[in-house]
């Protein structure tokens, strides 16, 4: 059986807490990442430390959390505990949280993919809503389908946002959503994509409009959450 850690305050009314993990080596070289595993950057190791003092000193404190299988993310959570002595907090990875996949354009430069391809097309991959990349060729180095923690899992050639959010939200509705209704505050450490895709549904956000959102690394997002879990307007706890 699952124990439930209920605070006085999630009992009041719940918290949501998503955060993108902190700069990835990759995000610093300007490269596509999608599935592959990449480390943190110092400037990512210490944005997940100060995401975790920040809501330590706003008083945020999480019953429970999830991650992809990601390590930029996984190490962004343990790192934000840390800094909020939450360390023993029960933590979930499950690959529905992973980054979108952006299939043949893994590990490419993105200005010399617009060079290459236009930024017209270039923009259409990276944010249309429902136009994936190009698959991921068999036996490109990048292919993450032998990898031991997807065992079981068909890995994706590419994804779409609109594929990312078909992956994401019957997770949100099966797990993550049934923590909120115990009243445990949830902090959710993910990826740009899968965290629009979250914040898509949540905020009510238009296909179209969907394209223009931008999440910052490293920045705590706040739903507060009433009991029929109906989430109030988002905002960056940076700005409180």
Known sequence: MKIKIRSKESARMPKLILIRHGQ???????RFTGWWDVDLTPQGTAEALAAGALMK???IAPDICF??????????????????????????????????????LTGLDKQETRDRHGDAQVHIWRRSFDAP?????EGSPYDMANDPRYAGITVPRSESLKDTIERVLPYWESTIALELSAGCNVLISAHGNSLRALVKHLSGISDAEITDLEIPTGQPIIYDMDDTLTPGARYYLAEL
């Open 57 to 59: 000193s706003k008083g």
């Open 24 to 30: 990835s080596q990759w995000n610093l070289e300007n």
């Open 133 to 137: 990349p190009p698959p991921m060729e």
């Open 67 to 104: 991650t992809s299988l990601q390590s930029r993310a996984i190490k962004t959570l343990n790192l934000a505990l840390e800094a909020m002595g939450r360390l023993w907090l029960p933590v979930t990875k499950d690959w529905r949280l992973n980054e979108r996949h952006y299939g043949g």
